[in-house]
């Protein structure tokens, strides 16, 4: 099984940039599905974006989507979520997960990692 640490979250005012990290460790990294999900406070968990193993194929929620970018180097086994022009509802725990199937269900993700905080000031 893959084990997954995120990182790179911080407090940062409404436009400003931050770059998650989703540093991978175990079993070969390339094959999953790596997902983005982040959960505010008193919400539930949601999608925010993933990425396809070895094809790289990104897909976003709506909410996101034009602002974050995701990517990952399979070499550092490692995936990215670039997060541009950052708004207040953007402000969760932000959290990534592996799993074996193209979708945005939170269920078909494991090896969830502790979870990252981002904090966006208006």
């Known amino acids: 099984q893959v084990q997954l640490v995120e990182s790179g979250g911080g407090l940062v005012q409404a436009g400003d940039s931050l770059r998650l990290s989703c540093a991978a460790s175990g079993r070969t990294f390339s094959r999953y599905v790596v997902g983005w999900f982040r959960q505010a406070p008193g919400k539930e968990r949601e999608f925010v974006a993933a990425?396809?193993?070895?094809?790289?194929?990104?897909y976003y929620a709506d909410s996101v989507k034009g602002r974050f970018t995701i990517s990952r180097d399979n070499a550092k086994d490692t995936v990215y979520l670039l997060m541009d022009n950052l708004k207040p509802e953007d402000t969760a725990t932000y959290y990534c997960?592996?799993?074996?199937?193209?979708?945005?269900?939170?269920?078909?993700?494991?090896?969830w990692g502790p979870g990252t905080q981002v904090i966006v000031s208006s």
């Open positions: 997960g592996a799993g074996g199937r193209v979708t945005r269900d939170q269920n078909d993700f494991s090896s």
């Open positions: 990425i396809i193993g070895t094809a790289g194929s990104p």
